[in-house]
């Protein structure tokens, strides 16, 4: 059974830091999988936030550009998400994505809260 479990958000002051992680259990192939992290504010769409591929490569929303960093470690299998300078439009509830050619499995979600 894959699991994505998600962890470390909380509450935070603007401009402050905190670090997501997803531990991924279950896929053999963990390098194997793009790994991406989403988010969805309150009344809003769920957006794509950052994403690392196979090869380590990095794309931002520019929203996030120069304040998120996305990292993977392959052998720990868990996927981090550094987020600086946190504004109170970073609030969201933040989701960990494990993408391959043939599946997509989601984690359960981090609550994330900025206060301005």
């Known amino acids: 059974q894959v699991q994505l479990v998600e962890s470390g958000g909380g509450l935070v002051q603007t401009g402050g830091s905190l670090r997501l992680s997803c531990a991924v259990s279950?896929?053999?192939?963990?390098?194997?999988?793009?790994m991406n992290w989403y988010r969805q504010a309150p009344g809003k769409q769920r957006e794509l936030v950052a994403t690392?591929?196979?090869?380590?490569?990095?794309t931002y929303v520019d929203s996030v550009k120069g304040r998120f960093t996305i990292s993977r470690d392959n052998a720990k299998k868990t996927v981090y998400l550094q987020m600086n300078s946190l504004k109170p439009e970073d609030l969201a509830v933040y989701y960990c994505?494990?993408?391959?050619?043939?599946?997509?499995?989601w984690g359960q979600g981090t609550q994330v809260t900025v206060s301005s």
């Open positions: 279950g896929i053999n192939s963990f390098s194997g999988y793009a």
């Open positions: 690392i591929t196979i090869g380590g490569s990095t």
């Open positions: 994505n494990a993408l391959s050619r043939s599946y997509s499995y």
